[in-house]
């Protein structure tokens, strides 16, 4: 299992609607073959700021599979247009874990 | 629950040594009051860099009750100098769980 972990930096007065169109882009992203699971997180430090953590059965279910599906696309139309700047996306794998 | 996020970047060469010192570092955190778990992940695509995630019952109890211990002092001995840069910590709350 691999963690797809992205910070989403959100323009200023959107959080609220980024949070609507992020409920409606779980349907699409969690039909995904190879997706587990994933949390949403908001900064309280930066409260346009979002934390996106998403586990994935392997690598490849989301760098080929998922963004070369024609679901990625429609998960781009809802959610891209609000991020400011686009995020850099890093995935990792467990260490340690309590 | 808040997650207490930071993104750890490891001087080059010093990873298997970070990664040991973080076992015994493990120990002091997870005893302290309001700890529930943590997580240490690494990069794929940059292997000197971490993430770590950990669970705090309240955010008060990893600002204030953790930074303000003598256990805090251990755990900076044990972990600060492996960082370049030292990172920026930050705290989420969960918007959205699948």
Known sequence: MITEVAVLNVGDGRTKRFEAAFQDAVE???????FIDLELQRCLEEPSRYLLLVHWAQLEDHTEGFRASPAYERWSALLHHFYDPFPVVEHYDSVLRT
């Open 28 to 34: 699409i992203i969690s039909a995904m073959p190879g």
